[in-house]
């Protein structure tokens, strides 16, 4: 096994031998005093739980988290939990949304017995008007062991019956989808070399296209909820850690027949382009990229493809700290008490609010045609930004803007790329506001 050597010590960073050759290399580092470490991460408690989420964000800010507290760190940053909880509140949390989980879980089992088998489904189970396909030779990616007791086709075999239920149809339609995506997922990394592994990630996959049940499942999910499954033990705990990150970035994934999801953070993204560098969205346009296409798999995956593992969750660490909202738990957990008179709660610090939150508030807000800006369309201009002389002077068509963009793979500082989108932010800020 070979460990790339700029990388954490965990073992989910090690690197298959065969694969050491073609993946970026981490430059993602632990900084003594910077990155924030497991003794300041518990001297951020008080004794009975409450975080102080603004120092815990300082830090973040500066260095990253230390690998071995990053799930518990991202529980907080993705609104899981409460910065103003106790021990004992996130205790019964925890517990009850585990009992959730495990029950979603058994609809699901119940539906197909391959969820929470050990094994994962490659090749379609049903057709599309609810017959089960019982041809085992299309099977076999879905029992690697070989062994006839773990037979994937037992499900249909226990209901061969024409399913007519629209909405379990769909659900098993995707099924052996979530499988494709999920034996590609992370592959140069030893950490899936594991049966368990792979149908940890599809356990949680399949489960969360039932609950979903306006987006369900769709190709990239797989790469969000990969890191997941690696640094939250648990997978009841990471199913939820998987299922905040989705709350924030499922409209991308919401398709119509006339747009697709993600096509809202490109239109901002031409709009960002256009007014802090109108000369290269000019020439973006006369190249027929005005649509932004070419920018569509960095919002949608999160830069996974750009960046190596370990450095992509280095910027998605910074990313949520920098957004960060003290009230996320509330949104997702009470909104309907979002709405109510503010008078009688705790007037919140700026501090316990991102960086980037912090300049929305005092310039009045971030926004777009479509609503608020996320920082990941200013990383994405920060990227564009960087290669703008390269892109005008040498890019005649389409191709040469993915090429250009395609060599960035690998080659990107997540700390730069972050510093850089702060600053264009800025900018887009002070020049709506003068407009």
Known sequence: MWRDPGAPTDSFYLIRPECADDVPKTKFKIKAGKTLSERRWRAAFSPEGYLDIAKTLSRIHRGGIHPSIRGEVWEFLLGCFDPRSTFDDREDIRKRRRVQYATWKEVCRQMD?????????????????????????????????????????????????????????????????????????????????????????????????????????????????????????????????????????????????????VETQLTSLASVIHILDPKLHQHIEALGGGDYLFAFRMLMVLFRREFSFGDSLYLWEMMWALEYDPDLYCMYEEPESMGRSEG?????????????????????????????????????????????????????????VVKILNDITGNLDAKKACTGAMKLHKRYLRKVKTA
Not at 161 to 181: A, F, M, P, V, Y
Not at 195 to 200: G, R, T, V
Not at 219 to 237: V, W
């Open 113 to 261: 017995s391959v969820v929470g088998s050990g094994r994962i489904i490659t090749a379609p189970l049903i057709t599309e008007d609810g017959f089960p396909i019982q041809d085992p030779l299309n099977l076999l990616e879905a029992n690697p062991n070989g062994n006839a007791s773990d037979d994937p086709t037992v499900s249909q075999k226990e209901d061969s019956e024409q399913i007519t239920d629209k909405r379990i149809i769909q659900w098993k339609l995707t099924l052996h989808q979530i499988g494709l995506d999920v034996v590609r997922t992370d592959r140069t990394l030893v950490y899936y070399e594991k049966q368990e592994h792979l149908s940890k990630l599809w356990d949680i996959l399949a489960v969360y296209a039932w609950i979903d049940k306006d987006v369900g499942y769709c190709q990239g999910m797989s790469d969000l909820c990969s890191p997941m499954i690696m640094i939250l033990d648990d997978e009841a705990d990471a199913f939820w850690c998987f299922e905040r990150l989705m709350r924030k970035l499922r409209g991308n994934f919401r398709c119509t027949d006339s747009s697709v999801g």
């Open 344 to 400: 009688s709660k705790k007037p919140k610090s700026s501090r316990q609010f991102g960086k980037f939150e912090r300049e929305n508030m005092k310039n009045g807000g971030n926004v777009g045609d479509q609503g608020p800006v996320p920082i990941s369309v200013f990383l994405v201009a920060s990227v564009l930004k960087e290669k703008s002389t390269k892109l005008l002077t040498e890019a005649r068509g389409l191709d040469d």
